[in-house]
């Protein structure tokens, strides 16, 4: 299936123009990466906002509060087929089933009468889940394997097996039901003589009066009956121990017990599908509710429901992993039987904890399995402001992750970007290179020589001549601080750089002689450098700690658009800004 390569919206909620590039797999953890304030949720309002005919905003959800004639969501797939869905139209829902979690978290006002007063009170609130609109009418087939046999001889009532687990099984149901020829008549004259030549062989096998008859044989006589063979491989995947005589012949007996009653096979289906959600969700909440209060599914107003405890009677960890995996398991019971599904899911994976992460992950991964053992596609998309490229939380073993691209901000792109984004490839393929670009060049050092093939490959990464020189380029990215600092324009890469070299060196040259060589020598990261120092007597600021995770950000790249939107951001917050400058002024940066 083909992936998804962009997703476009239009005047929805917070968002005026967003073009997201993208790069997201069916059956496989997919990552949108932006910053707070980026639009992620308000494109999870659009998808929210999809019916099957249109998508159709609330009041709320209209940007500027305003009825624009182009509002619109468009998804692009990498086979150049675009689906789009405007006030009038939704190409999106003929192909692909939608569905969004978000938290359910509300503000809940009640008010009461006190004398001649009236007082309100505000608490904070879960929203109960509800599973299912309507719950399904109690629908029970009248197999009997008793009365099915009754039509047949007796030498062929043996080879019949008793079939009622699987008329009670909402997978069978299913299966038969997707498939029509299962439910064409066999009593046309060139079928059922084919039937009762069938029959014959097989009483000839049983009683060894046939002569030389074989199985093959036998079989022949049925085999273009479509509606037979059409069933008999539904039963080859659940009865394979069978052998292929008895389950023709209990083909015999699916057919002509369902042939007339499709509609009756169709509500029994829904109905156990239904009574298979609420014992899964159930069995789901036994084993994750740790509260003290029973939350459990259960039909209320011809609804299946899942009431929470108000979030000042359970933890808030508690009610985060249990709300979320319902809500995942409200969009699996809602998605249909089309191949392509997507889900949604806005921001809910920020804020849970360790252990409820990895719970909500093992769902979601086990969502995923099912829809590819199906030979579905289930386009999972997580949006997050934690990229998992750097905050180690989502323990995947494979994801994707796309960005939000930078939406006009006044940011240049610098001459480092080149360099980093080959940096994972150079350390695969030049690792003497490699090493050198990050000891001279990317961490502080006293050298300033290094070999022709470092240069050679410092120019091909697009680096000015004047910055070719280790010395020099170390002191360039550390007089970018001061553009930085004046509010100038500014690249992510290039201040994330300065400050990484202007933090180690100034640690650097507030050892002892003797200490120096010990510093320089550390090859695993600046931490361990600043630890260094601090173990030799440097008051290292706290605050260079602190900076790790934005200079960091940015020294390996994949090149994704959108990728340096995060720190570009954090940078330009005033207030980071200042802690940055303050912090390096008063250890001695000028």
């Known amino acids: 299936m083909a992936k998804i390569t962009g997703i476009t919206c239009n005047h929805v909620k917070g968002i005026n123009h967003l073009d997201v590039p993208c790069d997201f797999y069916p059956n496989k953890p997919n990552f949108l990466v932006a910053p707070n304030g980026s639009g992620k949720s308000s494109l999870a309002t659009a998808f929210a906002s999809l019916n099957t005919r249109r998508l159709k905003l609330a009041d709320a959800d209209r940007y500027n509060g305003e009825d624009w004639d182009d509002t619109s969501l468009s998804v692009t797939f990498d086979d150049d ?321 796309s960005y939000i691209p930078n939406s006009g901000r006044d940011s240049v792109n610098g001459c480092l970007n080149k360099l980093l984004v080959d940096r994972n490839r150079c350390k695969k393929e030049l690792s003497d290179i490699y090493n050198s670009v990050s000891s001279h060049y990317l961490h502080f050092s006293e050298c300033d020589t290094v070999s022709d093939n470092v240069l050679e490959y410092i120019a091909k990464q697009g680096i000015e001549d004047e910055l070719k020189r280790p010395s020099s380029f170390r002191s360039v990215m550390e007089a970018k601080l001061g553009d930085y600092f004046s509010g100038k324009s500014f690249a992510p890469s290039e201040v994330c750089c300065g400050i990484r070299l202007a933090v180690e060196r100034l640690g650097y040259e507030r050892l002892a002689a003797d200490d120096k060589p010990g510093f320089l020598e550390i090859n695993t990261g600046t931490e361990d450098r600043l630890r260094y120092a601090s173990e030799h007597g440097v008051d290292v600021p706290e605050t260079f700690h602190l900076l790790g995770s934005i200079y960091n950000s940015c020294m390996h790249l994949s090149g994704r658009p959108g990728e340096t939107e995060l720190v570009q951001r954090e940078l330009g917050n005033n207030i980071i800004r200042h802690m940055i400058e303050v912090s390096l002024k008063e250890f001695g940066w000028a």
């Open 81 to 401: 087929v675009t689906l789009s869905a405007n006030a009038d139209s939704n190409e999106i829902a003929s192909r692909v089933d939608v569905q969004v979690v978000r938290s359910g978290l509300y503000a809940n006002m009640t008010n009461r009468r006190v004398g001649p007063r009236v007082l309100s009170q505000t608490k904070m609130s879960v929203q109960q889940c509800v599973l299912y609109e309507k719950v399904p009418a109690t629908v029970r087939l009248n197999y009997s394997v008793t009365a099915e046999r009754q039509k047949y001889a007796s030498i062929l009532r043996g080879r019949m097996d008793n079939l009622a687990e699987a008329f009670k099984s909402y997978e069978f149901l299913s299966e038969l039901l997707s498939c029509d020829a299962a439910f064409k008549t066999t009593e046309g004259s060139r079928y059922a003589a084919a039937i009762n030549n069938f029959f014959k062989g097989v009483i000839s096998l049983e009683t060894g009066m046939g002569g030389d008859i074989s199985e093959d044989e036998v079989l022949s006589y049925i085999s273009f009956v479509k509606p037979l063979s059409s069933i008999k491989e539904i039963l080859d995947r659940w009865y394979p121990e069978k052998g292929d005589i008895s389950n023709y012949l209990n083909a015999i007996q699916v057919n002509r017990f369902i042939e007339k009653r499709r509609n009756e096979i169709k509500e029994a289906c829904s109905y156990l599908r239904f009574r298979k959600i609420k014992d899964d969700i159930n069995e789901m909440l036994h084993l994750l509710n740790r509260t003290r209060y029973g939350v459990v599914a259960k039909v209320r107003n011809h609804q299946l429901v899942v009431d929470f405890p108000d979030w000042d009677e359970a933890s808030n960890g508690e009610i985060d992993v249990l709300q979320l995996c319902v809500a995942l398991f409200r969009a699996r019971a809602k998605f249909g039987e089309k191949e392509n599904a997507l889900l949604l899911i806005d921001e809910v994976f920020d804020y849970l904890d360790d252990a409820n992460l990895l719970v909500a992950q093992h769902f979601l991964l086990e969502m995923m399995k099912q829809f590819k053992n199906s030979g579905k596609n289930l386009y999972v998309i997580i949006l997050t402001h934690l990229d998992p490229g750097l905050f180690k939380s989502f323990r995947f073993k494979s994801f994707h992750t």
